[in-house]
RNA sequence: GGGCGGUUAGCUCAGCGGUAGAGCGUCUCGUUUACACCGAGAGGGUCGGGGGUUCGAUCCCCUCACCGCCCACCA
């Protein structure tokens, strides 16, 4: 016998590991079997489970289980991601808490064997609660994207994009992560309002220049006052990068500085000149109309000083404190060439960190009187999003993929559907970013990643038969996916053997041996860059292996919106770039996770929901359930324990009917046919089942998870456990053995299709069940996780046992209503009488007479010519019921029932007839709705002429 | 500044052209041997405001208000 209620904690880990140990997880050998492919958004190595990885990995593996039933090869392929910043991060900090040295002090390869230790201690963490979620992915096939054969891939698709002149090594203004201390993408920069101010600077003109500026205006905004000055007025937000100042920029058609376009102004502090330019950048409806130009320090200011040949001067170390001997760089023939420094920084400016520096600056400009203003504003500020700190534009040499080359078959292919998004409106997201992309810069300056494959080795300048002349500053790069390749193009290139590459063992090791020494790039690649190759990285590529063929194209791919371009885009771009085909034909987007109030999850604000203490309090099947019903298309979710509860005795519910099918000896019947069936309770249920059957498939293969998980909560307990279970009591336990037999065998088949329907999104209790039931009757063939999802005929839909049990629900329905109204004590139990009957009334009356009885609480059942006295009547179909109650009627209060009843339909009769007399109603509205509402006018006329009728008598009586 | 969502019962959300739905919560009743993680019943909404299209609008269009998110920019 089965226990009261289902224990999940028990449970859970038995069924898991019975399921990996038969190798269910792995797609069928089968090879007629379509291919269903689903590639995991790899979580980071570092990170555990939290709730929104719930969500996305629920929805996967209800897609998973799914298709696996339905025959399908079915591949769920897992892994883990590297995580560059994150992962680093954590280990350094793990470091710096356990009292070790720094990273730096530490050195790379020693640092970097930590992480590879830590990773192996605690790195399979999430994957361990992926399973606790029930996660039936092929762990056989599990992946990180530091393997050696993911970066395999990463190095194949670096040189191959290199040669085809999509990446590229560029010098430009990136931005910059003091913390980290390196370049991160556009897509790392989070903007946040903060407080700030504008700093007005007078810059003194030089050689005794000087102007007339207008300084007030009349009504038309004409100037009718003007002052002399000896200076311009710039304002910034950035005090502390005017050391790096190459010009002033004003508007060309502004006339109020047409006269100083070419001359120069002396740059405070360090009394350096610059030129005053005209350009369209400035807005001389700004400020003063003047702008401060530093090209090193800002991304317009950067164009600025490419269209004016300006000097780039970058003022800030790598950790965004002030150098002594700013960097300076001029451009000439379209290339940064370094450039000696002009000057030193003053003694007091020297090594202070960015913002030490701000509030020096503005302290000296204030002493030296060239502090005009501050005006205090809030205003965007770029902050990295890993470290939380101001980003600074920085002027750096780094590597660039040509993602606007890259994306545009990735649009074409979701314009073309061959990629469709769910839901839609995503797409446009997609094409919006896709449209205006930025070069995509790829490397990091840390030390846990893929290793840009390129190294770096003299420019030979002049060769002679005997000699070469060797220039070190511009080297010549060797972009190779292994050290071997790189050193044979050396030594090509070089035509010497004499090529070494140290730290790779390659080449002679002799000191002084050599005449080239080879360094390779020292940064590692952006995580997303192997995050892209995903889809095909994982599946063997570039090897042509038989899953790469058997698998690739994927079919879905279930994410959050919050990584479209981080990661969505960027696996479109690399998928049809290298393989020719879109990485899946689906992309589902679902919702962000929010706590009840609807704030974002944050371990900050302390809101989270762990899902793995939810798992162990509630079960994991409770928590699938409920991320599977609330994943409708909603942009977000709020989540509150109480909803988990729900479905969590909505198990609980579908144990106990199990339970009850067990206690009534409703077992599996060998051979047993649905369609011989006679009860019309249980053709009845066969055809709902149909109905549930039909549901649930489309709404998976669509996917439209809620809808999925309502059809089955409202079957399983509005439909099975509400009325059939109470419909088919009175057979098993009376004496008809036909029917008995019948409905057992019926309620065990039901029961059966109902542990498939929810296996996928409730994976545990139906195995549980499956395995249960199968102690009683015919023996099973296998788990559950590995059967074939049911497919049924629409013949089983009985129309008219479905006409006759909805006439038995309402009935019920009716009575029970009444009785409530009535106040009839619920020990009561009143004879029905039925006036007014057809012939199939008559009948059914008959036939459920027994079921009537129990579930209505009647003492009998008649049908009669004319209602008993102080009976309470109610509309049923064609005929009237009523209840002999007598002793417990208030009659005034049941007369003015009557009369509240009455009304009701007097309101419908007024309000359907209206729109029956209007013509252009019956004209012009389709021919259902029109015979809709008739047929409601004369119900409700029916209804309302019968309640008269019962009124009337009451009001003799009374 | 550009874009995308949202505004429906106390709460969380479905519905998206033909008489307003669910779950939870609330209220009433219930020892009917599957289940109190239960059963039965009830109450509760001028579907954010205003226009328009239509025979008919919660649903389509316009507009306003508020809330949220994304992108871009601001010397």
């Not at 190798?23 to 709730?51: C, M, Q, R, Y």
């Not at 009860?679 to 149909?690: A, D, L, M, S």
């Not at 009757?777 to 059967?787: S, W």
Request: charged residues 25%.
């Amino acid at each position: 016998m089965l226990e009261k209620t289902f224990d999940p904690k028990s449970i859970e880990p038995r069924l898991y590991a019975a399921w990996e140990a038969s190798g269910a997880f792995k797609p069928s050998e089968d090879p007629n079997a379509e291919s269903f492919t689903i590639v995991i958004p790899p979580p980071n190595v570092t990170g555990s489970l939290h709730i929104g990885h719930a969500l996305n990995n629920t929805l996967q593996d209800v897609l998973t289980r799914f298709h696996r039933m339905r025959g399908k090869s079915a591949l769920w392929l897992p892994g883990t991601d590297h995580a560059g910043i994150a992962t680093q991060m954590v280990v350094e900090r793990q470091l710096a808490a356990a009292g070790n040295v720094g990273r730096r002090e530490m050195g790379r390869e020693a640092f970097v064997e930590k992480i590879w230790e830590w990773k192996a201690e605690s790195g399979g963490e999430i994957v361990n609660q992926l399973r606790r979620l029930g996660a039936s992915c092929d762990w056989s096939r599990e992946r990180f994207t530091l393997d050696e054969g993911l970066s395999a891939a990463v190095r194949k698709v670096f040189v191959q994009l290199y040669k085809q002149n999509l990446l590229y090594r560029d010098k430009r203004l990136v931005n910059w992560d003091p913390q980290f201390q390196t370049a991160i993408s556009d897509l790392e920069v989070e903007q946040k309002e903060v407080d700030g101010a504008y700093w007005h600077f007078a810059y003194r003109l030089a050689d005794g220049v000087t102007y007339q500026h207008p300084v007030a205006f009349d009504e038309d905004g004409k100037a009718t006052e003007y002052e002399t000055r000896d200076f311009i007025v710039v304002a910034t937000t950035r005090p502390e990068t005017m050391l790096g100042d190459t010009a002033v920029a004003v508007h060309p058609s502004d006339e109020r500085y047409k006269d100083l376009v070419g001359k120069d102004v002396v740059l405070p502090i360090i009394g350096r000149r610059i030129p005053i330019v005209a350009d369209d950048y400035a807005d001389p409806t700004k400020g003063s109309g003047a702008v401060k130009i530093t090209p090193a320090h800002d991304f317009n200011d950067f164009q600025v000083g490419k269209r004016h040949g300006l000097a780039f001067i970058d003022v800030f170390d790598e950790r965004g404190s002030t150098l002594a001997r700013p960097k300076r760089w001029v451009v000439e023939n379209g290339k940064f060439e370094p450039s000696a420094p002009l000057h030193e920084l003053p003694a007091e400016l020297r090594n202070l960190d960015r913002f030490s520096a701000r509030k020096a600056i503005v302290a000296i400009s204030e002493n030296e009187g060239w502090l005009r203003e501050i005006e205090k504003i809030r205003h965007a500020v770029p902050h990295g999003d890993r470290s939380g700190v101001v980003v600074e534009p920085r002027l750096t040499d780094q590597w660039y993929v040509d993602a606007h080359t890259l994306a545009q078959p990735a649009i074409k292919a979701v314009e073309e559907g061959a990629t469709v998004f769910e839901p839609k409106n995503w797409e446009k997201t997609y094409f919006e970013w896709l449209r205006n992309i930025e070069p995509w810069c790829v490397s990091r300056q840390l030390w846990w990643g893929h290793r840009i494959p390129v190294w770096y080795g003299p420019r030979v300048v002049e060769r002679t038969e005997t000699a070469m002349k060797l220039e070190h500053l511009t080297p010549h790069m060797f972009v190779a996916e292994t050290a071997e390749e790189a050193l044979a193009e050396a030594r090509d290139y070089y035509g010497d053997e004499r090529v070494s590459i140290p730290e790779s063992g390659l080449g002679s090791s002799e000191s002084g041996g050599n005449i080239v020494v080879l360094k390779q790039d020292e940064d590692v690649l952006d995580t997303w860059f192997s995050s892209a190759l995903w889809p095909f990285s994982t599946l063997g590529w570039p090897d042509k292996t038989a899953d790469l063929a058997k698998f690739y194209p994927t079919n879905t791919l279930v994410t959050g919106f919050d990584i479209i371009f981080f990661w969505v885009a960027r696996m479109m771009m690399m998928g049809l770039h290298f393989m020719g085909e879109v990485p899946f034909k689906q992309v589902f987007i679902n919702a962000l996770v929010r706590d009840e109030k609807g704030a974002k999850m944050s371990k900050s604000k302390g809101n989270v929901m762990d899902p793995l203490i939810l798992i162990d309090e509630l079960g994991c099947d409770a928590v699938r359930f409920t991320m599977t019903a609330m994943s409708g298309q909603a942009r977000d979710i709020k989540l509150s324990k109480q909803r988990i509860e729900g479905y969590r005795n909505f198990g609980t519910k579908l144990w106990n009917a199990s339970r009850f099918a067990q206690m009534n000896e409703c077992v599996r019947v060998e051979g047993f046919d649905p369609s011989t069936v006679k009860q019309p309770i249980n053709k009845w249920i066969r055809g709902e089942t149909v109905k549930t059957v039909t549901e649930v498939t489309r709404a998976l293969e669509a996917p439209a998870f809620s809808d999925a998980a309502d059809a089955l909560y409202k079957f399983i307990w509005n439909v099975f456990c509400d009325w059939y279970v109470e419909l088919a009591k009175p057979i098993l336990n009376g004496d008809d053995a036909e029917a008995k037999a019948e409905t057992r065998a019926t309620a065990a088949w039901a029961l059966d299709v109902i542990l498939k329907l929810l296996h996928p999104v409730m994976p545990f209790i139906t195995e549980e069940l499956w395995d249960k039931t199968a102690e009683f009757g015919a023996p099973r063939t296998g788990m559950l996780i590995v059967e074939k999802w049911p497919e049924l005929p629409d013949s089983w839909i009985d129309a008219d046992a479905e006409a006759e049990i909805g006439w038995l629900v309402d009935a019920v329905g009716e009575i029970r209503s009444l009785r409530k109204e009535v106040n009839l004590p619920a020990g009561a139990k009143p004879p029905l009488t039925v006036i007014g009957a057809n012939a199939e009334t008559k009948a059914r009356l008959v036939r459920h007479r027994d079921l009537l009885l129990t579930l209505a609480r009647l003492d009998s059942a008649r049908e009669a010519e004319a209602p008993p006295a102080g009976a309470v009547p109610f509309v049923l179909g064609e005929a009237t019921g009523a209840l002999a109650i007598a002793e417990f009627i208030d009659l005034t209060a049941e007369k003015a029932r009557l009369a509240k009843e009455i009304a009701g339909h007097v309101g419908e009769i007024e309000k359907t007839a209206r729109k029956l007399g209007n013509p252009d109603f019956l004209a012009r509205a389709k021919e259902e709705v029109v015979a809709e509402n008739r047929e409601r006018l004369a119900d409700a006329e029916a209804a309302k002429a019968k309640l008269e009728a019962a009124l009337a008598r009451l009001v003799a009586v009374g």
